[in-house]
Structure formats: structure tokens, C-alpha cells
């Protein structure tokens, strides 16, 4: 099995995950999040669908079903790439408190580090 596999395979398992808790654990995430509105959990059950279905896609790419194949992975990396680099750089600067947050509260350094690990794993399966 070669890296770009097991980069393949990581992202389906880190991306089902997070898909899975902001889908039937919206709540939970909410109140990590530090959002108080009762809205939010309903705001984020989306978010998880849209989650759900990009890790749906990477699942199609890696058993090439259809007229999907390994080719088109890189396009929807690249993709999620962009998303994590924009994602790191918000969280970073609300961490170091270039930006204000929404609550003044101080933003935890955990939420700085998420998309950085997706994003290291697609830059390996890039480099290899």
C-alpha cells in the first residue's frame, strides 16, 4: 500500500468523523464552539451533510466507482486543501487575536490545530 493510499484512507476516516459529530452530535459541537443560541446545532446539521458528501466523493475516488478514478482526487484535494489553508489562517488569527471573536472570549488553540491536519496529510499526498 502505497502513501497516497493511506492518505486517501485517513482523510475518509478524519473527514467521516467530523461529518458524523456535526450531523447527530450538533449539540455537542455547539457548546465547544461556545455558541449559545438554541439555533445553532440546526445550523450546523448542514454543514455536516455537505461534510458527508465530500468524504462520500473521496469514498467513490478511492474504489473508482462509475466514471469516478484516482485522477480525479487531486481536483477535489486541491480543493480541500484551499478550505483548510483559509480555515488555519482564520482560526490562527483569532487565536493570536488579530481578529476579534464573536464573544471576546479567548480562542482555544485546539480549534487552530483541526485544519491542520488535514491539511498536513494532503500536502504528504501531494509530496510522494
Not at 79 to 102: D, E, Q, R, S, Y
Not at 105 to 110: F, G, P, Q, T, V
Request: neutral net charge; hydrophobic residues 55%; proline residues 5%.
Amino acid at each position: 500500500m502505497d502513501i497516497q493510499t493511506i492518505c486517501h484512507i485517513f482523510l475518509i476516516f478524519f473527514g467521516g468523523f467530523f461529518a458524523f459529530q456535526l450531523t447527530f452530535n450538533s449539540k455537542k459541537f455547539a457548546i465547544d464552539l461556545r455558541l449559545d443560541s438554541p439555533q445553532v446545532p440546526y445550523a450546523l446539521k448542514p454543514a455536516g451533510f455537505l461534510m458527508g458528501g465530500t468524504v462520500a466523493m473521496l469514498i467513490v475516488t478511492f474504489f473508482q466507482i462509475g466514471i469516478f478514478e484516482r485522477t480525479d482526487t487531486p481536483t477535489l484535494l486541491v480543493a480541500m486543501g484551499f478550505f483548510c489553508t483559509f480555515a488555519f489562517i482564520w482560526n490562527m488569527g483569532l487565536f493570536l487575536k488579530v481578529w476579534p471573536t464573536f464573544d471576546g472570549a479567548d480562542h482555544h488553540i485546539k480549534n487552530a490545530i483541526r485544519p491542520v491536519i488535514p491539511l498536513i496529510v494532503i500536502i504528504i499526498y501531494f509530496w510522494v
